[in-house]
């Protein structure tokens, strides 16, 4: 397979969210908005690319009944350096994203494809692995969080930690509160699984 087909099969055909249906925890936690969204989905690809790197160079090395265990040493170290850069450079939405950020460690998408591409590929192979997943992963948590932020206020990429106003599309009065809470998210991820599935069947 090529690069370019393993870049492309992370966001179309294996895409971790409307397709596998993988790292619902923070995809349905941290979509509130579109920035928000984007601004994970960025956290969780760093560490996929990395971890996917790492993993491809170290994979002979690592003995066969300690295999799940190193994979997670490697992605916790990833995320704890993912986190104090997070705190240094972008607090607000460090403090923002909370506890999701640690939770990286265990999302299922990483480790998932540490298992399934990176122990059986060379490092250039994984890091297009990474780079398309986390690419689809990205794409769907930003496109979630638009959909939930326009419908719950009215506006687009708005975000104070970043001092940007974002475009209002429609008055705050005829915003619906739900979308912006956690039903929303459901019912709005559940609509755009549905919409993608119909345009890969078509």
Do not use: H, W
């Not at 908005?33 to 690809?45: C, D, E, R, V």
């Amino acid at each position: 397979m090529s690069n370019f087909k393993i870049l492309m099969n992370g966001i179309v055909k294996e895409n971790p969210t409307f397709v596998l249906l993988l790292g619902m925890c923070p995809t349905l936690g941290t979509t509130s908005s579109a920035i928000n969204g984007l601004s994970m989905g960025i956290a969780t690809m760093f560490v996929l690319i990395l971890s996917n790197l790492i993993i491809s160079l170290i994979k002979n090395l690592i003995p066969d009944m300690v295999r799940i265990p190193s994979y997670i040493v490697v992605i916790a170290s990833l995320v704890t350096i993912l986190q104090m850069l997070m705190q240094a450079y972008v607090p607000g939405i460090y403090a923002t994203l909370g506890l999701f950020i640690p939770l990286i460690v265990v999302n299922c998408i990483i480790l998932g494809r540490a298992e399934a591409f990176a122990a059986k590929n060379n490092p250039i192979a994984s890091i297009f692995d990474g780079i398309g997943i986390g690419l689809g992963f990205t794409m769907a948590l930003t496109l979630l969080g638009a959909v939930r932020e326009l419908l719950g206020t009215g506006v687009l990429f708005k975000s104070d930690d970043f001092g940007i106003a974002g475009i209002t599309l429609q008055g705050e009065d005829y915003g619906m509160l739900m979308f912006v809470l956690a039903p929303g998210a459901f019912i709005a991820l559940g609509y755009l699984i549905a919409v993608v599935n119909k345009l890969r069947k078509a």
